[in-house]
């Protein structure tokens, strides 16, 4: 059984940063692009960030460029979303998503201004 769970979560101030972690387990994981999405009280969920299985290339919502980074241990079998200069607009519930379509459960982030 394949199983995504996000931690890192948590309540932080205007400019502040955050590092989410996503463990994956029940997947060879180092073969699955990886991706995160976030939904907003009230919002559709929207894509984040994506990295491919190597690692190689990671890709952006134009929202977050320059302030997120998505990273990958595959030997840790974790994918990473490193958030500086978070923002108000930022607050969202936070998922990771792999290639094969399984998600987390989630993890909360809020932006206090």
């Known amino acids: 059984q394949v199983q995504l769970v996000e931690s890192g979560g948590g309540l932080v101030q205007d400019g502040g940063s955050l590092r989410l972690s996503c463990a994956v387990s029940g997947r060879t994981f180092s073969s699955y692009d990886m991706e995160w999405y976030r939904q907003a009280p009230g919002k559709g969920r929207e894509f984040v960030a994506g990295?491919?299985?190597?690692?190689?290339?990671?890709y952006y919502a134009d929202s977050v460029k320059g302030r997120f980074t998505i990273s990958r241990d595959n030997a840790k079998n974790t994918v990473y979303l490193q958030m500086n200069s978070l923002k108000p607009g930022d607050t969202a519930i936070y998922y990771c998503?792999?290639?094969?379509?399984?998600w987390g459960q989630g993890t909360q982030v809020t932006v206090s201004s």
């Open positions: 990295i491919m299985w190597s690692g190689g290339s990671t």
């Open positions: 998503r792999d290639e094969g379509g399984v």
